[in-house]
C-alpha cells in the first residue's frame, strides 16, 4: 500500500478519475494540534456500510500547506505525507513517505514505530487518517512564579555573584515529528486534540528548563539585562533542556522565545549598581573629576551656612588642608588606564572591542571563536587547541576526524572542512 501523486496517477491512466473516496481537512484552528481526517464517500466505494474507518483502494487524500498527515492501520502508522497536494491510496504499490518540510529524520522514526501490513492485499479492518497542525504556534505566556538564580560574570568589575531573577515572555513550538506526537501524545483520539489538553503540561516543563538554559547563556557573560536581546541563544539552549521530554518522546522544538525586561531584587541590582560604580572610580581622571564635583558642591553649600559664609567656607578650608590636597596628588599620580592591548574586530559593526568581552557592547555581537581552539562536546565552551581536557569542566578533547581523501588517487583534502570539487592532485571529481 502505498501514496502516488493524482497527477501522476490522472497521467498513468491507472486510477484516473476512479476515486472513491476523498479524505481532507480544512484550516485548522489556532488551538487544534490533531485532527481526524474528514471523509467524502463516492459513488465508487465499496465502503458502502457507513464505516469512516475503511480506505477503499483508488481513495484520494488531500493535504494542505502546513499539514502532516499519516494513515493508522490497526494502530499502526503505515503512511506519512507532509507535502501539499492530492495523492491517490494504492494498495498495490509499495509505501512511500512523502516528508516534505519536516526533513528526513521523520524517515529513522518511521523504522523504528511504524509497521506495513499486506494482509494478503486486502484492506484491514479499521484504517484511519488524521491530520497534524505542523505551523509555528505562537503566543505561549509564561512567568516565573520564584525567583530563578542566575551567575553575573563581569570580569570588567570583577564580579562574579548569583543573583536571583524574574522573567516572564512568550514563546511558540512546533511539531517536527507528528509520528513520536502521535505515538506518544495523542494516538486514536475519536475527533481532534486541542493545545488546551497539554499546554499546562509545557508550560510547567518551559519554566522547569529555564534554569539550565539560563545557567548555560551565563557561561557567556551575559549580564541579565541582556538575555532578552538573544533571543536565539536561549532558544538554542531551550531546546537543549528540552530534548529529552520535548524533541525525544513528543517530537516538539522550541522555534523562538521572546522575554520581556528581566527584573532582579533590589538588593540584587543595588550590589550590581554599587559594584560597577566602585569600579569606575578606579580610572584616576574620574576619580578626580568626582573629587572636585564634590569640593564644589561643599563651597556651595557652605556658602550658604546658617552661621555665615566666612565659617562654613573656614569648614571646608580645614578639611581640604587635612586631606583634600593630598588625596588629589595621589589620585594624580595614579598610572592612566590604558588601552587593551589585545582585541577583536566585531563581524557586524567593525569595531574594535576588548578581548575579554564576551559580546560587543556596541551591537551584541557574539565573540567568534578563535582560531585553533575546539568546543566543549560537554558544557560548550571555547578551548586553547593545546589543551587535551576543557578548563572549565574536564570534558576530553573529542578525537579530530580523518580528512576526507580523494576517491581516484587517495590524496587528503587541502581543508578538510571544505573538500574541493576537484582533485588537485589528479584532477578527477574529488568525491569519486
Given at each position: 500500500?502505498?501514496?502516488?501523486?493524482?497527477l501522476i496517477?490522472?497521467?498513468?491512466?491507472?486510477?484516473?478519475?476512479?476515486?472513491?473516496?476523498f479524505?481532507?481537512?480544512?484550516?485548522?484552528p489556532?488551538?487544534?494540534?490533531?485532527?481526524?481526517?474528514?471523509?467524502?464517500v463516492?459513488?465508487?466505494?465499496s465502503n458502502?456500510k457507513?464505516?469512516?474507518?475503511?480506505?477503499?483502494?483508488?481513495s484520494k487524500?488531500?493535504?494542505?500547506d502546513?499539514?502532516?498527515?499519516?494513515?493508522?492501520?490497526?494502530?499502526?502508522?503505515v503512511?506519512v505525507?507532509?507535502?501539499?497536494g492530492?495523492?491517490?491510496?494504492?494498495t498495490?504499490?509499495?509505501?512511500?513517505?512523502?516528508y516534505g518540510?519536516?526533513?528526513?529524520?521523520?524517515?529513522?522514526?518511521?523504522?523504528?514505530?511504524?509497521?506495513?501490513?499486506t494482509?494478503?492485499g486486502d484492506?484491514?479492518?479499521?484504517?484511519?487518517?488524521?491530520?497534524?497542525n505542523t505551523?509555528?504556534?505562537?503566543?505561549n505566556?509564561?512567568?516565573?512564579?520564584?525567583?530563578?538564580p542566575f551567575?553575573?560574570?563581569?570580569?570588567r568589575?570583577?564580579?562574579?555573584?548569583?543573583v536571583?531573577?524574574?522573567?516572564?515572555g512568550?514563546?511558540?513550538?512546533?511539531?517536527a515529528?507528528?509520528?513520536?506526537?502521535?505515538?506518544?501524545?495523542?494516538?486514536n483520539?475519536p475527533?481532534?486534540?486541542?493545545?488546551?489538553?497539554?499546554?499546562?503540561?509545557?508550560?510547567?516543563?518551559?519554566?522547569s528548563a529555564?534554569?539550565?538554559?539560563?545557567a548555560?547563556?551565563s557561561l557567556l557573560?551575559?549580564?541579565?539585562?541582556?538575555?532578552p536581546?538573544?533571543?536565539?541563544?536561549?532558544?538554542?539552549?531551550?531546546?537543549?533542556a528540552?530534548?529529552?521530554?520535548w524533541?525525544e518522546?513528543?517530537g516538539?522544538?522550541?522555534?523562538n522565545?521572546?522575554?520581556?525586561?528581566?527584573?532582579?531584587t533590589?538588593e540584587d541590582?543595588a550590589?550590581i549598581k554599587?559594584?560597577?560604580?566602585?569600579?569606575?572610580?578606579?580610572?584616576?581622571?574620574?576619580?578626580?573629576a568626582?573629587?572636585?564635583?564634590a569640593?564644589?558642591?561643599?563651597?556651595?553649600d557652605?556658602?550658604?551656612?546658617?552661621n555665615?559664609?566666612?565659617?562654613?567656607?573656614?569648614g571646608?578650608g580645614?578639611?581640604?588642608?587635612?586631606?583634600g590636597g593630598?588625596?588629589?596628588?595621589?589620585?594624580?599620580?595614579?598610572?592612566?588606564?590604558?588601552?587593551?592591548?589585545?582585541?577583536?574586530?566585531?563581524?557586524?559593526?567593525?569595531?574594535?572591542?576588548?578581548?575579554?568581552?564576551g559580546?560587543?557592547p556596541?551591537?551584541?555581537e557574539?565573540?567568534?571563536?578563535?582560531?585553533?581552539?575546539?568546543t566543549c562536546?560537554n558544557?560548550?565552551?571555547?578551548?586553547?587547541?593545546?589543551f587535551a581536557f576543557c578548563p572549565?569542566?574536564g570534558?576530553?578533547?573529542?578525537?579530530a576526524?580523518?580528512a576526507?581523501?580523494?576517491?581516484n588517487?587517495?590524496s587528503?583534502?587541502p581543508?578538510?572542512?571544505?573538500?574541493?570539487?576537484?582533485c588537485?592532485?589528479?584532477g578527477k571529481?574529488f568525491a569519486?
Amino acid at each position: 500500500m502505498g501514496l502516488i501523486s493524482a497527477l501522476i496517477g490522472s497521467a498513468g491512466g491507472v486510477l484516473a478519475d476512479q476515486w472513491k473516496e476523498f479524505f481532507y481537512c480544512e484550516a485548522m484552528p489556532f488551538d487544534v494540534l490533531m485532527k481526524k481526517g474528514e471523509k467524502v464517500v463516492g459513488g465508487r466505494s465499496s465502503n458502502t456500510k457507513g464505516s469512516d474507518n475503511i480506505i477503499s483502494n483508488g481513495s484520494k487524500i488531500a493535504v494542505a500547506d502546513g499539514q502532516c498527515m499519516i494513515i493508522v492501520e490497526q494502530g499502526k502508522i503505515v503512511e506519512v505525507c507532509a507535502e501539499p497536494g492530492e495523492f491517490i491510496y494504492d494498495t498495490s504499490s509499495e509505501p512511500s513517505i512523502f516528508y516534505g518540510g519536516l526533513g528526513k529524520g521523520i524517515l529513522n522514526t518511521f523504522k523504528q514505530i511504524g509497521k506495513r501490513f499486506t494482509f494478503g492485499g486486502d484492506t484491514g479492518k479499521d484504517q484511519r487518517v488524521y491530520y497534524f497542525n505542523t505551523k509555528e504556534l505562537m503566543d505561549n505566556k509564561f512567568g516565573t512564579n520564584n525567583p530563578i538564580p542566575f551567575r553575573v560574570c563581569d570580569k570588567r568589575v570583577n564580579l562574579d555573584v548569583d543573583v536571583d531573577l524574574r522573567c516572564n515572555g512568550v514563546y511558540s513550538y512546533r511539531i517536527a515529528d507528528p509520528l513520536l506526537f502521535y505515538t506518544n501524545v495523542c494516538a486514536n483520539v475519536p475527533y481532534e486534540f486541542k493545545r488546551s489538553e497539554i499546554d499546562t503540561q509545557l508550560k510547567t516543563e518551559f519554566v522547569s528548563a529555564l534554569q539550565p538554559a539560563l545557567a548555560k547563556l551565563s557561561l557567556l557573560q551575559m549580564r541579565p539585562s541582556e538575555i532578552p536581546a538573544h533571543a536565539e541563544e536561549l532558544s538554542d539552549a531551550m531546546n537543549e533542556a528540552l530534548s529529552k521530554k520535548w524533541g525525544e518522546m513528543r517530537g516538539l522544538v522550541v522555534v523562538n522565545v521572546a522575554m520581556n525586561p528581566i527584573t532582579l531584587t533590589p538588593e540584587d541590582a543595588a550590589m550590581i549598581k554599587s559594584a560597577q560604580k566602585a569600579a569606575m572610580y578606579t580610572d584616576p581622571t574620574i576619580a578626580i573629576a568626582s573629587r572636585v564635583e564634590a569640593t564644589n558642591t561643599a563651597m556651595v553649600d557652605a556658602a550658604n551656612n546658617a552661621n555665615g559664609a566666612v565659617a562654613g567656607l573656614a569648614g571646608v578650608g580645614m578639611i581640604g588642608g587635612m586631606n583634600g590636597g593630598s588625596d588629589l596628588n595621589a589620585l594624580s599620580n595614579m598610572p592612566r588606564p590604558t588601552a587593551p592591548a589585545a582585541t577583536w574586530t566585531c563581524a557586524k559593526c567593525g569595531q574594535a572591542v576588548d578581548e575579554k568581552f564576551g559580546f560587543c557592547p556596541f551591537c551584541g555581537e557574539k565573540k567568534p571563536a578563535p582560531v585553533g581552539t575546539w568546543t566543549c562536546t560537554n558544557c560548550g565552551n571555547a578551548v586553547d587547541g593545546n589543551f587535551a581536557f576543557c578548563p572549565n569542566c574536564g570534558n576530553k578533547k573529542p578525537a579530530a576526524a580523518a580528512a576526507p581523501v580523494c576517491a581516484n588517487c587517495g590524496s587528503p583534502a587541502p581543508d578538510p572542512a571544505n573538500p574541493p570539487k576537484f582533485c588537485p592532485n589528479c584532477g578527477k571529481p574529488f568525491a569519486g
